[in-house]
């Protein structure tokens, strides 16, 4: 979501809680809840989409719903959206607007929450390495700690940035420290370094709202924080880089976003390569000194592209797929008013070598069904599934459900499998659906805005092989290379 404001001015129930109950600098919440698996669906060898009721989600025969399991108290609110995952072992990293929920997945068809921290502070991005969870907090709050309180930028005492916790103990997650950056944190990405010493931070952070007079153009950096594995409770900010000298792309009355910073990056710490989506411009970096990453290829696409928001290589890293966040996540965009290059994935083959890296353009990938005007629907959070020899991504599309396509073929990709929600709120839009969809270890997990958790089983030929790769950890913006 590319609002920094999102649904800041209603008041939330969560956070009021947390200030009541702390426990150390947060609150942990270990509800006894575990999903029901979902009612069997009829076979169906039509390749149809299947609905077996009436306000049961729909899916291709291809992909089997295995659970869900919705938002628990504190964070059964419109307020407290669920947002990205990080995966470790057996356990499943859920940000959320008020917090971080953690899931044992052990068992797929019956996924557990373990606990939950409420620790408010928006957008609640996450990443994860060994025994640490990084956390982004988004809006300024009058301290630090997870019993903070909302406030403005024009707060002396306003705080925002990263917060570390230690989850060497899922069940009992416990707060480390915490690091201002300028701006905040909308998302971050974990690069870890050469010697397996520390972790970079990039931090991604905006403000186009006219209520953070703090972050208004210029702020074409991003933030860097260090954090030596060794020593999470000392953090430290080591450069904020501008990416954009020129003050990157100005925007135009048509839609297209003015470059105010980066919204999301994803690295490839295999190649050296990270992928900026820039709001206004796509970018290239070379991170082969993760402390100092340097842009070294620039794209727009100023008549299609509003939003430049995340990023995802292919296997080889011959590829990468932006998409475009149109309407800010907050709008009905997949239809046929808005047609089918708008609101959706760019997918550009990287060529040349060395440094003399270029990204051009192949095609567009829009989800292949109209929504209807009171479902919020845009291209969104995926990953790449890890198939060998092949191109293939799961990916989210808020209440357009979740889609899996194939760009094997960069000129001609196409939609292999989906599963889809019939509409929040029939009677009116209100934001809800998937923020998140990743494959790990053999499953596909989705965090919804609203819906909490689900867990889809994709059983399919053609993405059958990634069944049997295996990760310890995966963070999807830290993309990890599969052997073929």
Not at 54 to 63: F, T, V
Not at 413 to 440: C, M, N, T, V
Request: with cysteine.
């Amino acid at each position: 979501m590319n609002s920094r404001t999102g649904q800041r001015t209603r008041r939330r129930a969560a956070g009021v809680l947390a200030a009541t109950v702390p426990l150390l600098l947060g609150v942990v919440f270990a509800p006894p809840s575990s999903a029901t698996p979902p009612h069997e669906h009829p076979e169906d060898t039509s390749g149809a989409s299947l609905r077996a009721e009436p306000g049961e989600p729909e899916h291709s025969p291809n992909i089997e719903h295995l659970a869900n399991l919705p938002k628990q108290a504190p964070f059964d609110n419109l307020d407290a959206f669920g947002t990205d995952i990080a995966f470790q072992g057996d356990h499943a990293f859920v940000g959320n607007y008020d917090g971080v929920v953690v899931y044992d997945i052990s068992t797929p068809r019956r996924p557990r929450i373990v606990s939950q921290v409420a620790c408010p502070g928006g957008q609640g991005d996450v990443s994860i390495s060994g025994n640490l969870l990084f956390v982004s907090t988004d809006y300024p709050r009058t301290n630090d700690t997870c019993t903070s309180e909302e406030t403005t930028a024009a707060d002396p005492r306003a705080w925002e940035g990263m917060k570390v916790f230690d989850v060497s103990d899922p069940a009992k997650p416990r707060y480390v420290s915490a690091i201002a950056t300028d701006c905040g944190s909308h998302t971050h990405t974990l690069v870890p370094d050469e010697a397996g010493e520390a972790v970079y931070l990039y931090i991604s952070s905006y403000g186009p709202a006219p209520e953070f007079p703090a972050c208004q153009p210029p702020h074409d950096k991003i933030s860097i924080v260090k954090v030596p594995l060794a020593a999470p409770d000392s953090p430290e900010l080591v450069d904020a880089p501008v990416l954009f000298p020129d003050g990157g792309n100005p925007g135009s009355p048509g839609g297209v976003s003015e470059t105010t910073g980066c919204h999301d990056i994803t690295a490839f710490p295999e190649r050296d390569l990270a992928a900026g989506a820039c709001m206004g411009d796509g970018v290239l970096f070379d991170i082969s000194d993760p402390a100092k990453p340097r842009v070294t290829e620039r794209v727009r696409d100023d008549e299609n592209f509003a939003f430049w928001h995340s990023a995802t290589f292919n296997n080889d890293g011959t590829k990468v797929v932006f998409t475009d966040e149109l309407g800010g996540g907050a709008a009905a965009t997949c239809n046929p008013r808005v047609g089918p290059h708008r609101g959706a994935d760019g997918v550009y083959d990287i060529t040349g070598t060395g440094s003399d890296l270029e990204l051009r353009f192949r095609s567009y990938y829009k989800l292949p069904r109209d929504q209807a005007d009171t479902e919020n629907c845009v291209a969104h959070n995926g990953s790449l599934i890890p198939v060998p020899g092949r191109d293939i991504m799961v990916q989210a599309w808020y209440q357009g459900g979740v889609s899996v396509w194939d760009f094997t073929d960069s000129a001609n990709p196409q939609e292999i499998a989906h599963f889809d929600r019939p509409p929040f709120d029939p009677g009116k839009l209100e934001l809800a659906g998937s923020w998140s969809a990743y494959y790990y270890n053999g499953h596909i997990y989705s965090s919804g805005i609203q819906e909490g958790l689900d867990v889809l089983a994709l059983n399919d030929p053609r993405t059958d092989p990634a069944k049997d790769v295996r990760y310890e950890e995966f963070n999807p913006q830290t993309q990890p290379v599969h052997a073929d």
